[in-house]
Structures are given as structure tokens and as C-alpha cells.
């Protein structure tokens, strides 16, 4: 079954846009990179070329490329190497505007990675690398060509994704934020962002879900997928994390994100992070360790960073003073893994949708300051999301509520004026306004307007 990605159109815009760059698709393990170009591929060109460097024909490319350095070191005169490269390993390839050229699992070479400016200057065909982060982030031979590169980064499945992949994306877009739809839309998106917040966007357990309606099962593809990651990652961090101490870093950062606390302190992150391996799992890891193992998550795209806005001032900020996984299937799967209550599982993996959907918006649509989702702390309490709009100016504090309750803080902050408007996204409401106060249904957090002109 087809899944319908919104990062098909970006790749249509980077094709109409012209300029004639490489475009580069990264991501996570099994977010559907090799699937979603090889898609546009077959449908936009008439021509592809497929190119694994993890299968055989990766290993074909690679000996006619070391083949042709050394005939040019020994004096072969070649005006275009890429074209000669392309054409001993295709006789019958053709240059030309209708044909694209896949580069798949680009991570396994720095040499052909390095050469994106040759694909790009020097071929009419289009040029796409693909591949996840696993092994670039860590070695230096790789470097980027600024200008001659577009990126595109794919992630899971978000909600509204998810919503087309089930049939119901036509309740969502008739839904209304403020109380003016039907029961029977609220009732129904709100079963499946249930279902959506249990096993998560990953195009595989998607899929599964889709075949045979069944959580546990799509909870084992998720164990997969998991185990795949954690086996891949074994090759680079040998001398770093024993395999047990590495897989259970998972659990340790769903502890951390189930802590009650108003951030951490300065460069506090890595330390919490590491006593709680240490305690349950190694006491030979150290602090250096676990910064790398991070590092690592976060580049592998598994972990996303909140910052600090300290007494509601947006200049008083404070990168990676939080982390949440980037799938809410992750989340939920390492917070039963830990044996969490049902209620703090809740509250997490709503806080969790809220963050992506506001990186979202920082990342791609650059809607948001500051440069990542960041909550808030105020006197002694704390708001959960703080964000400014840059088309209006106006400042948006955001309380995530899993039942009708609110928050007395939330309510101190925009009376004293710390925020212009405040967003109550509950999971047991149908949404309302009153005065500067927004309530609506979790679920349709993407369909909030942040540049709502209220006063």
C-alpha cells in the first residue's frame, strides 16, 4: 500500500525550482528515504539510475571509480569524469534533463559524497543522495558543498499522514479547532490520535497497522526496528557503550523525560543522563560517553532538543536543556518499557506530540522563535512550550493537558503579561476561546494558527 509523504512535493519543488542542484535526502533508519525517491523517481523521470553502496551495485560503482583515478593518474585525459563514470558502469546510460541518478546509502562513502560538486556542475541528469546518518556524523572525510547541494530531510509519519494513510484526513481538515464541528469528527480524531500516539509514524509499523489492525503487532515491528538501529550503531561506538549499556540509553532518556522539573542545570544534561546508566546499567561509562551517545541520537534523528527560556524572557535562552524522542511510537514503547503509570505515559507522549509538531514549524516552515521548542520557566513554575511568532511578534505560551484541568501558572504568566496569547491543546476537549485564551483538541495542533491576529 502507498503512503501518501508531504516531502514528495518538496522534492516536486526542488525539481521545478531549476538551478540544477543535488538534491540530498537524509534521515533516520526506516523513515521510508530509499521508498519515497525511488517513487518520485519512477513517476517524474524517464530514465533512473539506481545505486546502492551497501549492495552489489554499489560495490560495481566504486571499482570503476578507483579504476578511473588511476587511469587519470597515470595520464588519461577524461573532460567529464562523472559522465565516464556513469557510462562504464552503464553503457547505455544517457545524459540528459529526463533522467535522475540515485545514490543510495551515501553514508558508506565519503569519496563519492565529496564529489556532489562534479555531479552537479558537470551532468545535465539530476543527481539524489540518500541515506540515513549512521557513520557520516562521526567521520571527518565527509564534507558538505555549499551551493551545490538542496537538503531534504525525511522524518516518520506525522498525524496528519497517518490520518490520510487511514481514510480519515477529509474529518481532520473539516475540523474545526473551536468547538464548531460535528461530535462525531472530534470522537473520531480522537481515536485515532489514540492509535497514532501508541504505535507512531514509522512507515513499516504504519503498514503493519494498516494490514492487520492489531497494536502488539506493530509494537513488535517497532521492537525491529529498534534492534536494527541499536545493531547498526554497534559498528561505530565499539569503544564506546557495551551493547546492553547502549540499548538501555533508550530507557534511561524516557526516565528523564518523566521527571517533574524546571530544566536541568548548566551542562546538567549529559550528567543526569549518566548517573541513571551508571545506577542501572554501567558503572564504567563516563560523562564523555554519554555526551557522544547524545550526540549520536541526535544526529541519528531518535532524539530532538528543547531549550530553557528562563523567566518567560525569550533572550534568556538555554539550548539542550531537554530531549524527546522524535517518533511519539518511541516514546510510548520506552516509557511501558520502564513500567511508567498510564497517566504519566499520557502526559508524556502529548508533551511529545506538541514538540514535534512546534519543530516542525521552527525547522521547515520557519513560523517560530526561538531555534527549537523551548518551555518556560516562571517563578516556581513552569510552562510547557514558549514560542514567538515571526510574522506577527506576538509571544504564545502552550499547556499540554491530557484531561479539562489548566494550569494557575499558564494563567500568572499571561496576566502578567509574559505572553500575548495562551494555547490550552488538551485530549478531552472540543476546543473554545476566551479573550486571549485558546483551548483546543491536541490532535489538531498543526492546524493552529500562530499568526493569529487576536487584539
Known amino acids: 500500500m502507498d503512503l501518501k509523504r508531504n516531502a514528495y512535493e518538496q522534492m516536486l519543488a526542488w525539481k521545478r525550482r531549476g538551478g540544477h542542484r543535488t538534491l540530498e535526502v537524509s534521515g533516520a533508519r526506516q523513515v521510508g528515504k530509499t521508498y519515497l525517491v525511488n517513487k518520485f523517481a519512477d513517476k517524474e523521470y524517464a530514465h533512473k539510475e539506481y545505486i546502492n553502496l551497501l549492495e552489489m551495485s554499489g560495490e560495481l560503482l566504486m571499482d570503476h571509480y578507483r579504476q578511473i583515478r588511476e587511469d587519470m593518474k597515470n595520464g588519461l585525459q577524461l573532460p567529464n569524469p ?11 546510460f544517457v545524459d540528459d534533463e529526463n533522467t535522475v541518478v540515485i545514490i543510495d546509502e551515501i553514508q558508506e562513502s565519503a569519496e563519492i559524497y565529496n564529489r556532489i560538486r562534479e555531479f552537479t556542475r558537470y551532468m545535465k541528469s539530476d543527481f539524489i543522495v540518500t541515506g540515513s546518518y549512521l557513520g557520516r556524523v562521526l567521520n571527518k572525510e565527509f564534507k558538505y558543498s555549499a551551493g551545490d547541494m538542496v537538503s531534504l530531510e525525511i522524518h516518520t509519519l506525522d498525524f496528519e499522514e497517518f490520518l490520510y494513510a487511514v481514510d480519515a484526513i477529509d474529518q481532520f481538515k473539516s475540523l474545526d479547532l473551536f468547538g464548531g464541528s460535528e461530535s462525531s469528527v472530534y470522537e473520531c480524531l480522537s481515536k485515532w490520535y489514540q492509535i497514532y500516539c501508541q504505535i507512531g509514524g514509522y512507515p513499516a509499523v504504519v503498514l503493519r497497522y494498516l494490514e492487520e489492525q492489531d497494536i502488539k503487532a506493530c509494537q513488535d515491528e517497532l521492537i525491529s526496528i529498534i534492534k536494527l538501529f541499536t545493531n547498526e550503531s554497534r559498528r561505530y561506538f ?173 494563567r500568572d504568566v499571561l496576566n502578567s503579561k509574559k505572553v500575548d496569547v495562551l494555547v490550552y491543546a488538551k485530549g478531552n476537549t472540543h476546543g473554545g476561546v476566551e479573550g486571549n485564551i485558546y483551548t483546543i483538541p491536541i490532535y489538531g495542533i498543526s492546524k493552529f494558527e500562530f499568526s493569529l491576529e487576536v487584539f
Open 238 to 410: 565499539s569503544d564506546i557503550l557495551d551493547y546492553e549499556a547502549y540499548e538501555n540509553l533508550f530507557c534511561s532518556v524516557a526516565r528523564l523525560l518523566v521527571k517533574e522539573k524546571k530544566g536541568l542545570k548548566e551542562d546538567s544534561f549529559s550528567e543526569e543522563l549518566q548517573s541513571i546508566v551508571v545506577k542501572d546499567y554501567s558503572s564504567n561509562l563516563g560523562k564523555a560517553a554519554v555526551n557522544r551517545a547524545i550526540d549520536w541520537l541526535h544526529s541519528c534523528g531518535i532524539i530532538g532538543f528543547a531549550g530553557k527560556v528562563t523567566n518567560c524572557n525569550i533572550m534568556d535562552f538555554r539550548a539542550k536543556a531537554r530531549c524527546y524522542f522524535l517518533d511519539v511510537g518511541l516514546t510510548t514503547y520506552f516509557l511501558q518499557s520502564i513500567g511508567c503509570d498510564l497517566s504519566d505515559i499520557n502526559g508524556v507522549v502529548n508533551e511529545n506530540f506538541v514538540y514535534l509538531n512546534l519543530r516542525s514549524r521552527i525547522n521547515n516552515e520557519r513560523e517560530l522563535a526561538p531555534e527549537m521548542p523551548a518551555f518556560a520557566t516562571f517563578g516556581a513554575g513552569e510552562l510547557d512550550f514558549f514560542a514567538k511568532s515571526l510574522n506577527t511578534g506576538k509571544v504564545y505560551g502552550i499547556e499540554v493537558k491530557t484531561g479539562k484541568n489548566s494550569s494557575k501558572t499558564s
Open 82 to 92: 562523472v559522465l565516464e563514470l556513469m557510462r562504464r558502469y552503464n553503457p547505455t
